[in-house]
């Protein structure tokens, strides 16, 4: 058993200071005020982030100062933070920038610097006016954005309204967890319950889908309490559902009902709506109707239920957890009953694949291995950038060698936990691998991904992958599309062929839980099982925080459902090693 590295949610943690001062540095930079300054709040913001103690921790102890590159001006401005959570000079720069400028940043590949050309010289202020200036090719000729680049911002802005009001899992799941604990101090309140796609645990919600029981004549108090006492800004508590947006921008839907009620309004609540539809026709055909009322028989009758199971086992089904109510149920209800248990957080022993400060990671690897051992964790898979990487400091076959020697002597150290010695080896253009079989051999394990080349078509991505499945050291495929969530699609890529090409050489797909990632798509896992692909999940942590992303992987798994047996994060670092070493290795 371990424990998650858990944020509390009512703190200031050095990564929300982060946060504030990464903010004024690219303030800074629109503004073009300054850019000594916006360069030695970016470094501190970067500097920050690595830390994990609390703001309040670092400031007692003193370990703020001796940070590299947190100065007097820093540090001033985090006193600010922890007193105000904000600091002078931020709020000052927010008002010399329009808000519809720093929305231009949401575009996939508009850095500040383009940024503060469109609004200083091409006079555009928001991402409406950019669209429409493009369209209408309005702008002036300047410099660093020419006919393709701005034919780029618009795909990007496509993208960003095609995801509008959408948010990403962990700060969806965040939110939540606040707005639980307020509403369980409420007065009354048995049970504070999250539906859709939040509950079926999707990888982005648009809106968060609220119920709170409470005994029938309680109702109206426990109304009246959560429209006056929380931190929600209501748009309409006229009658029924409550429609607000949370202090952090995610809207709401909140329904106060009685504990008799739940069962029926947390299914619909819940959905999919294809779900519900389902249900309802195999309601029909049993002679029952099931709308918001309830589930009522052929003779009028309201049909009282104690649970969700009830409300499933009276249409004849076994019940289906929310995670697989999605668009396939029709063939999940069809094979009811019949599901495997999902991997839980519990099951797992080790982490695959993480980085350290040997290439872009921000904790070394004593560090990171230290703190997988006191989560209770039996092994830790190093797996760092190989050299085509060199944005990420990526390692040399010379720097590969040092890093196993340090394995070495750790592994002594530490045993009898230990340390697996692998690598995210680049995907060159061709399919080939960034390290030679030599070098390749030497690994406990490869992790082989893309990170560079992304305009290709589906075929040639498809064959990319494929010739890196075929090479025999590699053991997994890392993030299958590089997709960034609400940012950018990933390359296009045949998931069939890619899945069934992993099958027949015995690899592995992996789960990148990275909440911006999430990538093998979730629709994919049943292929998968099917198929008894392994999916080991993977935070790729850059940080000790990084490790408890696997709760996001472990949420998406649940839609497979993704069975322990085939999650080799779940498996002993012998197992796992072992089922590398079936792999042909020439
Ligand atoms: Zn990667
Ligand atoms: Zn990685």
């Known amino acids: 058993m371990y424990a998650l590295v858990h944020r509390k949610t009512n703190v200031i943690t050095a990564k929300d ?31 920050l982030e690595m830390q994990t103690e609390t703001l309040e ?13 947190i100065g007097k001006t820093v540090v001033t401005a985090i006193n600010g933070i922890i007193q105000t959570g904000t600091f002078q000079e931020l709020e000052r720069a927010k008002t010399l920038v329009p808000e519809g400028v720093l929305e231009l940043l949401r575009i996939e590949g508009l850095g500040p610097k383009k940024a503060r050309t469109l609004w200083k010289q091409g006079k555009v202020e928001s991402v409406e006016q950019l669209d429409h200036a493009i369209r209408n090719n309005t702008l002036p000729k300047l410099p660093g954005l020419g006919t393709k680049t701005l034919e780029k911002f618009l795909s ?124 309802s026709k195999l309601a029909s055909a049993k002679g029952f109707t099931l709308s918001d009322s309830g589930l009522i028989d052929s003779k009028s009758k309201v049909l009282t ?21 999605e668009r396939n149920c029709e063939l999940i209800l069809k094979n009811s009953g019949v599901y495997p248990t999902p991997v839980r ?45 060199a944005y990420a400091n990526g390692l040399t076959p010379e720097r590969v060698r040092k890093q196993w020697t340090e394995i070495d002597k750790l592994n002594q150290e530490l045993a009898p936990f230990r340390i697996l010695k692998g690598t995210e080896a680049d995907i060159l253009p061709d399919g080939s691998l960034d390290f030679d079989d030599d ?15 992304f305009k290709m078509t589906e075929e040639a991505a498809t064959d990319r992958l494929c010739r890196a499945l075929e090479n025999p050291h590699v053991d997994i495929l890392g993030h299958l599309t590089g997709r960034l969530l609400l940012r950018r699609d990933g390359y296009p890529i045949d998931h069939r062929k890619v899945i069934a090409c992993a099958a027949e050489h015995g690899k592995a797909i992996e789960l990148n839980a990275n909440p911006h990632r999430l990538d093998i798509d979730w629709r994919w896992l049943p292929l998968c099982i099917e198929y008894k692909v392994p999916i080991p999940i993977n935070p790729d942590a850059h940080d000790i925080d990084g490790l408890a992303d696997i709760r996001y992987g472990v949420d998406i798994a649940q839609k497979g459902p993704l069975p322990k047996e085939l999650c080799p994060s779940c498996w002993s670092a012998d197992e796992f090693i072992n089922w590398c070493a079936t792999h042909d290795k020439r």
Not at 23 to 38: M, N, P, Q
Not at 57 to 69: D, F, N, P, Q, Y
């Open 17 to 47: 200071a982060a946060a504030l001062l990464k903010e004024y540095s690219i303030l800074l930079e629109l503004t073009d005020e300054d850019e000594f300054r916006a360069k030695t709040f970016a470094n501190a913001s970067r500097q």
């Open 156 to 279: 990007g802005i496509e993208f960003i309204r095609k995801h509008e009001g959408r948010h990403l899992r962990h700060h969806a799941v965040q939110e939540a967890e606040r707005l639980r604990e307020v509403f369980a101090e409420i007065n009354g309140v048995s049970e504070v319950f999250f539906g859709g796609s939040l509950g079926r645990g999707n990888e982005t919600i648009g809106d968060l889908d609220i119920i709170l029981t409470c005994a029938n004549e309680d109702v109206e108090a426990v109304r009246q309490m959560v429209t006056d006492s929380t931190d929600i800004e209501w748009s309409d508590k006229s009658d029924g559902i409550l429609k607000g947006q949370s202090s952090h921008s995610i809207d709401i839907e909140l329904s106060v009902i009685p504990i008799d009620d739940a069962p029926l309004r947390k299914l619909l609540a819940t959905g999919s709506k294809e779900h519900l539809s389902q249900l």
């Open 345 to 389: 957080l519990e099951d797992f022993k080790g982490i695959i694949h993480n980085h350290t400060t040997a290439s872009d990671g921000h904790h070394t690897l004593r560090e990171m291995a230290e703190a997988m051992i006191a989560m209770g964790y039996e092994f830790f898979g190093v797996a760092d950038h190989s050299q085509a990487a």
């Open 57 to 69: 921790e670092l400031v007692k102890t003193g370990a703020l100062k001796s940070i590299r590159g």
């Open 305 to 325: 239920v104690g649970t969700e199971h009830d409300l499933y086992s009276l249409l004849g089904l076994e019940f289906v957890p929310p995670a697989l109510r």
């Open 439 to 453: 070098l390749l051999a030497g690994f406990d394990y490869v992790v082989a991904s893309i990170h560079s080349g």
